[in-house]
């Protein structure tokens, strides 16, 4: 999946990436240590999927994220547009922040109400992308002074851009993650097409806790329930003559308009053609 990697460490950590990948479908975001992480789209399209939120990608545009589980994922539409993504990444870790900066991250009581954000890039922060591009291009400039005025710079610009009241609040902010309720984690992703297992993972959870709690939740199998309810919602759909029953298929998470109607007609004892055309009768 990667074809070409670039990277600049720091005391033995990450802090600067470059990444080529091919397409791919649903891939979990995986941490070092505790790190939040800044990435420039420099080219092709992907979405981030979170507990609350599902949002889109595109060159040009900058993720601003804390460290917290979720999923890169691409649609059929974003891989048509291109056969590769490309991204730089900035990666902030607490410790090596409190080192340069000698301020105690806990001493700051601010925070923001996201946990993934999408960032227009502006004048500034496309100059500082392409001075990142050369040290990674050319690794023997990135001596150990280098990387921290560069950590420092991207600091100052980026809680410039977020209208921060400090530096030490926007730091302190970016390591605080914003909870979500298990009932709405998995409400804001029901028509996912989502694992059991990538469910768990969204959850921060083990499998065995995640179906554990599910039931205590909601009564039922995280299979069943989440079936039921993807059917719920297409017969609901079906009602109106203005959506297909392939785009039916898709916006209720299912990989394919086969699979739909397999499950559509064990569940109503109808395919959902028949069923539409019962509804006009």
């Known amino acids: 999946m990667i074809k070409e990697q670039k990277i600049i460490a720091y005391k033995g950590q ?29 080219k092709g399209e992907f ?3 979170t507990p609350s939120k599902f949002i889109s990608f595109k060159k040009d545009k900058g993720l601003l994220a804390k460290c917290f ?11 048509a547009k291109s056969h590769t993504i490309e991204v730089l990444g900035i990666l902030l870790y607490p410790s090596v922040i409190e080192e340069l900066f000698h301020f105690d991250l806990s001493n700051s009581t601010y925070s ?4 993934v954000k999408r960032i227009q890039i502006n004048h500034l922060l496309n100059n500082y992308k392409k001075s990142i591009d050369i040290l990674l291009n050319y690794p023997e400039l990135a001596d150990e002074e ?7 710079e991207f600091v100052l610009l980026i809680s410039k851009t977020q209208k921060a009241p400090s530096q030490l609040d926007f730091l302190s902010a970016l390591f605080k993650k914003k909870h979500n309720t298990f009932a709405a984690t998995v409400h804001a992703n029901l028509y996912s097409n989502l694992s059991v297992n990538e469910f768990a993972h969204l959850c921060g959870m ?15 199998s995280p299979k069943r329930y989440v079936a039921k309810m993807k059917l719920i919602k297409a017969s ?32 109503f004892d109808k395919s959902p053609t028949e069923y539409r055309l019962s509804q006009f009768a």
């Open 236 to 267: 609901k759909m079906l009602l109106s003559k203005n959506h297909r029953i392939s785009d039916i298929a898709y916006d209720c998470g299912y990989e394919s308009v086969s699979t739909f109607n397999r499950s559509f007609k064990a569940y």
């Open 69 to 79: 589980d979720y999923f890169f994922e691409t649609s059929p539409d974003q891989r």
């Open 146 to 152: 280098m990387i921290k005025t560069k950590l420092k």
């Open 206 to 220: 083990s499998i065995s806790t995640f179906k554990r709690r599910f039931y205590e939740e909601f009564s039922e």
């Open 112 to 115: 923001v109400d996201y946990n």
């Open 47 to 49: 979405s981030v999927r």
């Open 14 to 42: 990450v802090v600067f990436e470059k990444i080529v990948m091919s397409q791919f479908h649903r891939i979990p975001k995986l941490f070092q240590d505790n790190e939040a992480c800044f990435m420039f789209v420099n």
